[in-house]
Every structure is written in structure tokens, then in C-alpha cells.
């Protein structure tokens, strides 16, 4: 089976007008533009519970592009930062130097001729198809969505597009749907698939979520594509008031951070498309639903998933950034299941980009552990700023509580890490990331990122771990991928720490309070 892969619209970039502040932001407190609608309790510190003995080797793996006398002088100065006192001239030494990571992609991207030409040419090539879908499907309402104006393009990530990856050629393709959300308004998104799918296999699939102020779902193609190559099928999707989705339902409601409660309903109608057969159509899309009335049944969409035959229904995950990590961090564990495809709750394990439990509830639903689930973050927000004290937020509210609750859990907090290292959009501050890297499973090929492949490292290893069978990819090696503490100890913040609670396949609790300093 092999599906076309229809290009259609990539997203523009929304304004950069913060990019000032926090380059001249130094010695303030942390984060102080922090503008998440549902922020986290933090809770009190807690005692191991217990540690595992993953008899990994106890020296870290050799980072690509470096000499062993850096590597080994790099090593003598984490140990000294993680063990250094707060206030002295130490702490401050290495906090500024932790910092220099938040920003490395801005001003290494910006002087990359290379990319530079590339992100201009995607971005010329995003206008002329917004154009066309404009003139071919009138009924569209997003020409004010900040990827419909003409401002920067929503390209992310410019070498992850058809015409620029041979990725398209050989491992993936995708296949653009449209369908009504629950009140009318229609979402834009894409269904991912292998270009050359087994004959007869069901895939586990993965549902991504945007997170806000209108981030679009090309920020988020780098986990498609890690996902995909490592045989998933996977649906990405612009949030109501986003990307290329409408801004608002019939009667004017809107969508995006003017009316968070989107992201969780749009993410289970996403869950309810991705589950739609020629035999049980989506069933907003049917005449009678909010969307059809307000348009008189002339508006394109996609009447079921594309890619139906490819789904196994028993395995189900979902991730989501931000605003979409709350999101995930609610739905997964809903009992009193609103989707229309479902009796009850599909979903079998999940992750949140920044970060798991971000808030406490959405959309009038509170967050309860229910199935195995990660958050990953990092040192730094939406517009990082060196920290001039200790920073006192808990970052492992979320862990916490599903250790607590006894279901599976893993928080991966990166050091020097930002907001927009699950979002790769340029030239918003970050850690450098990789234009187009797709990391191998076993972390032997990294690349030159920094935060983005710890991202995809983890994130591959917690689906592996929960939703792939005996025999297949990833299955046997997802329990010694995710306890290889060596591979990105260095990498991990000594602000946050990461920790794990979780049961391998053979049983066995791994439980460990602070990774980076050894289990």
C-alpha cells in the first residue's frame, strides 16, 4: 500500500517580538514571561523510593564532534556545577554557561547561509499553496490565523518538507484530511504512514497535539518522522484558531489561547477521526453535525482516515507540547469518555513536551493518572533569562503524582533546555537543533542537536516500551534504551531532576530520584 502524499500547505512563524528581551534580559528571575493559562502546584520534596541496577557502564557515551581531553574537561565541570553552592562566583559561572545553550540555534541558524535560503524558499512556497486553497476550498475561515496573514511562514523545521527530504522518497509520505470539530469549526492536518507498509500489518499509531499561541503542526514533523521511521503511523493537526484550521466555530467561537478548553476537544476529535472506516464515517462530518449546517454541505472534507487499514485500534498513544501537554495530561485519563468512536477511553500511554501536568485540569476535567505516562522539560521558558537564584518551580509535579498514583512514569528535564525545543521554529531561542536529524533508536547517531535528540531518544523509547509487540522494531531493546543513564547524563539538568518510576517488561521496578547523579 502506498499512499500519495498530497502537499498541502506548510505554516507560518508567528511574530518574533520577544526576541529583544530576553537577549538583554540578564540577572532577572527566571521565566518571567511565563503566559501558561493552567500552571502546576509545585509539590514538596520526597524521599527515593528505591533505585535500580541497570548494569549500564558507568562512563558516558563519547559525544559526537568532540576530542576525549574536551570531553573530559567538560565532565569535570558539570560535576563541579551540579555540586556547586548557591550564592558564589561558581554557581554564577555556571549558570551563565548553562544559559549560553538557550539560545545557540538563534544566532547559529542565523548565520547558516544554507538555512537561511531554505526557510525563505519553503516560506514562498507556503504562500502560493495558502493562495490556492483559498481560491479552491472558499469556505475555509483562517485567512486571520497568524499562518494565513504575511507574516513569517509556519515552515518549522524548512528541511522536513517534500522537495528538501528524501525522506519523502523512500521512508514516509503523509496525506492531508480535513475534518469538523464538535462545534463546526474544520481542522487541517495530515495522516502519516511508511511509504511502503508491510502487507497485512496493523500499526501502533501516535496522535500529536500543537501546543498555543498558535503554534502549527509543522513545528512538531521531526516526532512524524522519528515516529513513522520507526513504524508508526501517526496523525498531526492544527487546534481550532491554528495553523491552517479555522479560527473560529459558526457562531464566532474561537479557538487558540482565547479558548484553551479546544485542545483537549479537538485532540479527542482527532483521536475520533483517526479511528473512521468507509464503514463508520467520522461522524461530525455527517449532514446534521455543527459544520455542515453552517456551511450548506459545500465545504472539502475527508470523510474517514486514509490510512484506516494500516491501524491496530489496541494501540493507541498520544503526545502533545504545552498547552497540548495538558491536553494529553487530561484526556489520557478520562473514564467518562466523550468521544463518539469509543465507549471508553482508547488511549494506552502518552507523552507531554514541557510538560507533563503543566496545569492541574482543562476544560472543567482534572488530571488523573490512568495509563504509563512522560513529561519531559528543561531549564528555561517561553523567554529565557540566566536565573539569578536557584530556581524554586517543581518541574516533577507531574512524575510525582503518577509515582504516587503507582502508574508508569519517566520525567526527562534537559539542561539548558527552552520551551521551544519540541517546537522547532526559527529564530525563536533554543538549544541548536538539527535541521532534518532523525536520531538512531539506540542513540549511536545523535547528530550535533542538543535538547531535540534527547526529545526524540526518549520519546521513542517510552512508546517502544508500552505499545510495540514481541518481534517488532524497537520491542526488545525499549527497556536497556530507556535505563542507558550514560548516553545524556550530561545532558540533564542539575536544576530539575529527572527521575523514573516505571516496571520493565520483565517485572522489575526501576525507580530512581535523580538520574544524573546515578542510580
Sequence with gaps: MNFPCKHNCSYKVFLVFALTFFLSACGSDSDAARVDLTPSQPSEPREPIDTDDPNEPNEPNEPNDSEEE??????IEISACRAAIYPSSQWTKCEL???????????????????????????????LVFVERTLTDPFWNSLLNLCGSIIPHCAGDPFRHPGSDEWYETIGTFYPVNFYDNEGARISGRVWAPKEPEPGKKYPAIIIVNGSVQAPETLYWWASQLLVENDYIVMTFDPRGQGYSDLTAPGGKLGSNANPVVFRRNLIDAIDFFYSTP?????????????????LNLAKTTEYNPIHELLDPERLGIAGHSMGATAVSVVQGESDWQGKMHESNPVKVAVAWDNLMLGNSLDNVDVIPRVPTMGQSGDYFLVPVPH???????????????????????QVNIRGATHYEWSLIHPFPSSYWEGGKIIAPDGSDIGKGWANPVAQYYTLAWFDRYLKLP?????????????????????????????????????????????????
Design 388 to 410: 539569578s537564584e536557584p530556581p524554586a518551580e517543581n518541574k516533577n509535579a507531574g512524575v510525582d503524582l503518577w509515582r504516587d498514583s503507582g502508574v508508569d512514569t519517566y
Design 279 to 295: 464503514d463508520n464515517v467520522y461522524p461530525h462530518n455527517l449532514p446534521g453535525a455543527p459544520g455542515p449546517r453552517s456551511d
Design 97 to 127: 554557561q548553562n544559559y549560553r545553550k538557550a539560545t545557540e540555534a538563534t544566532f547559529k541558524q542565523l548565520l547558516d547561509l544554507k538555512f537561511q535560503t531554505r526557510l525563505i524558499a519553503q516560506g514562498a512556497i507556503d504562500s
Design 471 to 519: 518481534g517488532e522494531k524497537g520491542y526488545a531493546d525499549s527497556d536497556d534504551r530507556l535505563l542507558n543513564d550514560s548516553l545524556f547524563r550530561d545532558r540533564m539538568s542539575w536544576y530539575y531532576p529527572s527521575k523514573r518510576a516505571y516496571r520493565g517488561r520483565d517485572g522489575r521496578f526501576h525507580s530512581c530520584e535523580y538520574i544524573a547523579t546515578g542510580c
Design 70 to 75: 574536551e570531553e573530559e574537561t567538560d565532565q
